[in-house]
């Protein structure tokens, strides 16, 4: 039997894993405020989520309480998780998405001139020229249509009296 001392330090240490599993989830779902992403990738990142947050908890079992699971673990746990997703957790995501949407905003007019000049210099003159060549292959086409047929013919009927012979 474990002395209360003892319950009451690991109820505690269970209490701020709580709320260190409630900052992870926030990461999570700053990630998905932050960055668009298809619903495929959503999936993928709560797996990755309770992966992580699973070998988390079977850790804090083994280190903290030697493998032992008792309900004022799981107690502290959702204290801490309650605590943290009531007092800190709006605060958190409200400023870190806020940071982020500024340093995208930062970078997209640092790298600006960058896109400018890439997409003035390499992409006008690429889609120039392949604009031009497909309209240089429509007309050859257009022109040569009554041509290809003829020749389409000819050679059609010739496949035909082969296969007779």
């Known amino acids: ?3 209360s ?3 009451l330090y690991i109820f505690g240490i269970f209490t701020i894993s709580g709320m260190v599993i ?6 999570f779902r700053i990630l998905r405020k932050s960055f668009k992403t298809p619903d495929f ?3 993928i ?3 990755i989520f309770w992966l992580i947050t699973g070998c988390f908890i079977i850790f804090l079992f083994y280190y903290f309480n030697y493998g032992e699971i008792r309900w004022y673990t799981f107690l502290g746990m959702g204290i801490g998780l309650f605590l943290y997703m009531k007092c800190i957790s709006k605060y958190f995501v409200t400023i870190s998405v806020k940071f982020i949407q500024l340093i995208k905003k930062a970078l997209s007019i640092l790298f600006f001139p ?7 210099v390499i992409l006008k003159p ?3 020229i392949v604009i031009n060549i497909k309209k240089s292959f429509q007309t050859f086409f257009v022109k040569n249509k009554n041509k290809l047929q003829k020749n389409h013919k000819k050679k059609k009927d010739f496949e035909i009296e082969c296969r007779k012979i």
């Open 5 to 7: 001392l003892m319950q």
């Open 22 to 27: 409630g900052t992870f989830f926030d990461i």
């Open 41 to 43: 990738v959503t999936n």
């Open 114 to 120: 960058i896109k400018w000049v890439i997409r003035k």
């Open 45 to 47: 990142e709560d797996i």
């Open 126 to 128: 690429i889609s120039f």
């Open 1 to 3: 039997m474990e002395s």
